[in-house]
């Protein structure tokens, strides 16, 4: 499983998301997938600019760890709908 640690090293700067956001230039919603673990992937130039920003090598950002436990996704949210009277036929 891969692991990543960019949640632990916004904490150890001691950045919320939105500063977070700020510093790397990069869009408030990236930023809270990146810091959620929501991001399915990644490409070359985002760790690329993660790297400069943290000054670090790619494996500070993401590791390996053979048979990890699967993270649990969020259960997805129930959807509640109204019922609505039906409309009364207009008399003509």
């Known amino acids: 499983m891969i692991i990543n640690h960019i949640p632990d090293l916004i904490?150890?700067?001691?950045?919320?998301?939105?500063?977070f956001a700020e510093v790397s230039g990069l869009n408030y919603r990236t930023c809270r997938l990146l810091a959620l673990h929501e991001k399915p992937s990644i490409r070359f130039?985002?760790?690329d600019l993660l790297c400069a920003l943290?000054?670090?090598?790619p494996a500070a950002i993401y590791s390996y760890k053979p048979n990890a436990p699967l993270r649990a996704k969020r259960a997805p949210k129930k959807v509640v709908r109204k019922k609505v009277?039906?409309?009364?036929?207009r008399r003509r």
């Open 11 to 19: 904490a150890e700067r001691g950045w919320t998301i939105y500063r």
């Open 85 to 89: 009277a039906p409309k009364p036929a």
């Open 45 to 47: 130039d985002l760790l």
């Open 54 to 57: 943290f000054s670090c090598q």
